[in-house]
């Protein structure tokens, strides 16, 4: 039977497969769902191991301890145990091999973080001992007069 | 002999049998019924809990984050930051409250001014007395179990795992920002380097190896913590079902899965 109705109908069907093909090629081979179904979790499944593998740069206070055990047992006495080392030495990523060393914050604005003092009436801040820094010895580091890591034991 | 009486009730008592299924024969535990009713048997849900009374402003959560999760560091997008609220009344003690709100930087230094950034150059000094309430809120992504973001991405490169957390697929990502537009808490950014969407994944490469995120690892006070709500034993699960907790624009209906502590009406 020839009819005219078969032309287009062909050329749809031909349209479908080639865009069947494209999706085939074009779309990893791992798509697909988790838990969540596919209202939230259609998704490369091979993306959740890709951020599983992302780099871990801070490794903890306690990674510290062995190697600068007196660093360590000093400033566990103190009030700034609270602080871990990696917020004033920055991220150790491998250190001692990548870094050898880790820089030592020493400028003003990073101990004012804290210590500038902001007495606000239902936060934390007003409870830290703080002061103005344009009234307390401007323009010298505060660790030369403090120790970071025993601070209330007397100035240096 | 079958009598019509026998035969009816016969009948009455062998269709109840019938129509009872064998589900009514088991014994459901919580965790199954959980199971059923949500479809949900993930053994970990991660929550994310901020105590907001802890927290000072030092920023140093913000300043790990950003090194951690490499978003660099002089570019002013954030995958967490921290809100100064300012609640003062004026000199004649009116009623009439003012809210000011200020989060220099996303707060990557911290607040080391008592003066607040108002934005387009302009800058307030409250006067102590002045001041009612004034607190820290910090802010990431809330992990919501309705996530808008990922109901709008029209490719499938965001995406909500078994735990909870959202991901975003950067191979896959298109860069059309629906989704930095979907979503009410606006925690999501376009990436300065890698040019697709980005956000606060609770440190997904950390928490799966057992660690803390880093901005928990940096908060010196404890205003931040991370659990999972699924373990009824976790710290963080306790304070969520026994505290009064609150969560940031719950009427948008997204459930979302950071809790706060001490949370104000003007917290926004």
């Excluded at chain 1, 062995?66 to 150790?92: L, T, V, W």
């Excluded at chain 2, 479809?39 to 802890?54: E, G, I, P, S």
């Excluded at chain 2, 950003?66 to 000199?91: C, F, H």
Aim: hydrophobic share 35%; aromatic share 10%; net charge positive.
């Amino acid at each position: 039977m020839k009819s005219h109705v078969w032309r287009p109908l062909y050329l749809a069907a031909g349209l479908l497969a080639l865009f069947l093909i494209a999706r085939y090629i074009y779309v990893p081979k791992d798509f697909g769902t988790g838990e969540r179904g596919y209202r939230y979790s259609f998704h490369r499944l091979g993306n959740e191991d890709e951020w599983k593998a992302f780099k871990v740069k801070y490794k903890g206070t306690e990674y510290c301890k062995d190697c600068h055990s007196d660093k360590y047992q000093q400033i566990m006495r103190s009030r700034h145990a609270i602080i871990s080392c990696e917020n004033c030495h920055g991220p150790a990523i491998d250190h001692p091999e990548n870094p050898a060393k880790l820089a030592k914050e020493t400028n003003r604005e990073h101990c004012l973080r804290c210590h500038f003092r902001l007495p606000y009436p239902t936060s934390g801040r007003s409870a830290i001992r703080g002061i103005y820094p344009g009234e307390h010895n401007p323009g010298a580091p505060c660790s030369a007069c403090h120790n970071p890591h025993k601070p209330q034991e007397g100035l240096r | 002999m079958i009598t019509r009486r026998k035969l009816i009730t016969n009948t009455l008592k062998g269709m109840a049998a019938l129509s009872l299924p064998a589900a009514a024969f088991e014994i459901l535990t919580p965790e199954r019924l959980n199971a059923i009713i949500y479809n949900d048997t993930a053994k970990v849900r991660y929550v994310f809990l901020v105590d907001t009374n802890k927290c000072v402003g030092c920023g140093l959560c913000v300043k790990a984050c950003k090194n951690e999760n490499e978003i660099p560091y002089e570019a002013n997008v954030t995958r967490t930051w921290v809100e100064r609220y300012i609640i003062t009344r004026d000199e004649r003690h009116e009623v009439l409250e003012k809210v000011f709100a200020d989060s220099p930087k996303g707060a990557r230094d911290g607040f080391i001014t008592g003066t607040i950034d108002l934005g387009h150059g302009n800058t307030y000094t409250p006067r102590k007395e002045d001041i009612d309430k004034a607190f820290f809120v910090p802010k990431l992504c809330n992990q919501c179990d309705n996530p808008a973001c990922v109901q709008v991405c029209p490719v499938g490169a965001t995406y909500q795992a078994d735990d909870g957390v959202v991901l975003i697929d950067r191979k896959w990502c298109i860069g059309c920002g629906y989704c930095v537009m979907g979503c009410p808490y606006g925690v999501r950014f376009f990436h300065p380097q890698h040019h697709v969407a980005d956000k606060c994944n609770f440190c997904y490469h950390r928490i799966k190896k057992g660690m803390k995120t880093a901005c928990v690892e940096a908060c010196p006070f404890g205003a931040r913590l991370i659990g999972n709500y699924k373990d009824p034993d976790d710290a963080v699960t306790r304070i969520i079902n026994t505290k009064r907790v609150g969560v940031l624009k719950e009427e948008f209906g997204t459930r979302p899965q950071v809790f706060y502590l001490g949370l104000s009406m003007e917290v926004r």
